[in-house]
């Protein structure tokens, strides 16, 4: 049944209403063709299953962790921290001590050669002897002090060898041919104390012969922020070796080992001829 609208009155329920100012087919009123509104219910679907509720002390709880974290791994560092530092303080007054230990290998074995030296002067020259006794305490207040630092400034070390040179020709005779070769102009750099003594007390103690003639060479060079030395000496062999030689060389190479790791090179060694004896160091300035 289809029925006009009236103004003022009601449709019958289940009737068809056809407005006069709606286009379109009619409405239908019945119960059973009621539609939702699907717009509604997508917006409703597409937000999803409802979120489950986190009670406020889980937060509390989880800041907590991590607060609790952070605090050990802070005092954990800190302890690692003060282990190293005590670990490096350690090693650096090991390695000072060890330094000072080769060091005063260096010494004693120096002034034994160097009182033979005068001792054999004096009936020789007394003048000379004097000399030498001024010399020689120059040279131990090099030694006993100014050598104690890490470095010293390149023309007192250079001062020091000429010295220990000087003393050392007056023991020999002419046959002995000694030549020093150290540069007019040195660099004003610093180097560790006494770093080339024992390989020249080395060269003097098997390069010299008191029944044919012999030699000892030495010589410093300074270029591109490094010093080469050289020195070379004839060979003569020992009836009996004193049970300490060789003492004064490897201390020498422990002391590099410790104060240019593998930053220098030394070769200790014969010559092709096998008749001469070389040692050259380079270590840098």
């Given at each position: 049944m289809r029925e006009r609208y009236v103004r003022g009155g009601v449709p019958e329920r289940g009737s068809v209403v056809e407005h006069p100012f709606m286009?379109?087919?009619p409405m239908d009123l019945g119960r059973n063709n009621m539609q939702r509104p699907e717009r509604g219910m997508d917006k409703i679907e597409a937000m999803g299953p409802p979120r489950e509720f986190i009670p406020p002390y889980v937060n509390l709880l989880v800041l907590t962790i991590l607060l609790l974290g952070f605090d050990t791994g802070l005092k954990f560092s800190t302890k690692w921290l003060e282990s190293e530092q005590t670990k490096i303080k350690l090693e650096k007054e090991n390695v000072e001590n060890k330094m000072a230990f080769l060091q005063n290998q260096i010494s004693p074995h120096f002034f034994m050669n160097t009182?033979?030296?005068i001792h054999a002067l004096v009936d020789i020259s007394a003048e000379e002897a004097k000399d030498a006794i001024i010399?020689?305490?120059r040279?131990?207040?090099?030694m006993l002090y100014e050598s104690k630092t890490d470095k010293v400034p390149l023309a007192k070390e250079m001062e020091f060898i000429r010295s220990y040179i000087e003393l050392m020709k007056i023991r020999f005779t002419k046959e002995v041919n000694v030549e020093l070769d150290i540069p007019d102009v040195l660099p004003a750099v610093h180097i560790p104390p006494l770093l080339t003594i024992s390989y020249i007390e080395n060269a003097f103690k098997h390069g010299i012969s008191y029944s044919e003639p012999c030699f000892?060479?030495?010589s410093f060079c300074f270029e591109k922020d490094r010093m080469t030395f050289d020195v070379i000496n004839?060979?003569?062999e020992r009836k009996a070796e004193n049970k300490n030689s060789g003492v004064g060389i490897e201390?020498?190479?422990n002391r590099l080992e410790l104060i240019y790791g593998?930053?220098?090179k030394l070769d200790i060694g014969k010559l092709p001829d096998n008749k001469l004896f070389a040692v050259n160091l380079n270590v840098p300035i």
């Open positions: 286009d379109g087919p009182l033979n030296n010399k020689l305490s040279m131990m207040g090099y000892v060479r030495i004839k060979i003569f201390n020498s190479r593998k930053d220098y």
